[in-house]
């Protein structure tokens, strides 16, 4: 069966300091993986996806970046934290592109910007 | 322009009775539909979906209706459970697209 791991589980991070948060999966080859922020008392917002190794598509302009240095493994990364930059950050991956469209998710990252 | 809308940010039901979650979205493109459900602190968790080939889908407790003309769908939920008490959000995507777009969620509380 198919896992999704995301870590830290909550990270405190002061304004202008890096970033980074790893996503792996398990038990699948070459899904779609994809990066959500969930702000407080807001949906879930599409960050970046990637269909392959390698290959981002950016959906918001922001000061986050990912990356996807193998197969089953998406990076999310800043080089400085903004305030604003607070919010639970989910990591997500489909299986078989273009068929099944669910989508499942990881437990999340509680990223605190102070 | 938000594409899918949960216009509803809270609904509060007795234990027993019927959930109604709905979600109205307004690109005519969208042929997939899903549910998810969502702890505080956790990731969300996939429920049931449905295609637009379709109008009703049935899982246990939960069925999803679907009405094309009206873009409309709903999420049913009997009888309802305080284990149900989460935060769902409504989903769609298009067919090609590697997406989903997701609405804002509901805040369900099932009260004993």
């Known amino acids: 069966s198919q896992t999704i791991h995301q870590w830290p589980a909550t990270l405190v991070q002061p304004v202008g300091s890096p970033l980074s948060l790893e996503c792996t999966v398990e038990?699948?080859?070459?899904?779609?993986l994809y990066w959500y922020r969930q702000a407080a008392g807001r949906g879930l917002q599409l960050l970046f996806y990637?269909?392959?190794?390698?290959?981002i598509s950016s959906e918001v302009p922001q000061n986050l970046s990912a990356s996807r240095p193998q197969d089953r493994q998406f990076i999310l990364s800043s080089k400085k934290l903004l305030l604003s930059d607070s919010g639970f950050y989910l990591c997500?991956?489909?299986?078989?592109?273009?068929?099944?469209?669910?989508?499942?998710f990881g437990p999340g990252t509680r990223l605190t910007v102070l | 322009d938000q594409q899918v809308k949960q216009n509803s940010p809270s609904l509060s039901v007795q234990e027993g009775r019927i959930s109604i979650l709905n979600c109205d979205y307004t690109?005519?493109?969208?042929?997939?539909f899903l549910w998810y459900k969502k702890y505080p602190a956790e990731g969300p968790t996939f429920l049931i979906s449905?295609?637009?080939?379709?109008d009703k889908n049935e899982d246990g407790r939960f069925t999803v209706f679907l009405n094309k003309s009206a873009k409309h769908l709903s999420l049913h939920i009997v009888p309802s459970q305080p284990g149900d008490s989460a935060v769902y959000f409504c989903?769609?995507?298009?067919?090609?697209?590697?997406?989903?777009?997701f609405g804002k969620g509901t805040k369900l509380t099932v009260n004993p």
């Open positions: 997500a991956w489909k299986g078989v592109p273009g068929l099944a469209e669910e989508q499942f």
């Open positions: 038990g699948t080859s070459n899904p779609n």
């Open positions: 990637s269909v392959g190794i390698g290959q």
């Open positions: 690109n005519s493109m969208f042929d997939y």
């Open positions: 449905i295609s637009s080939i379709k």
């Open positions: 989903a769609a995507s298009k067919g090609g697209s590697e997406k989903l777009v």
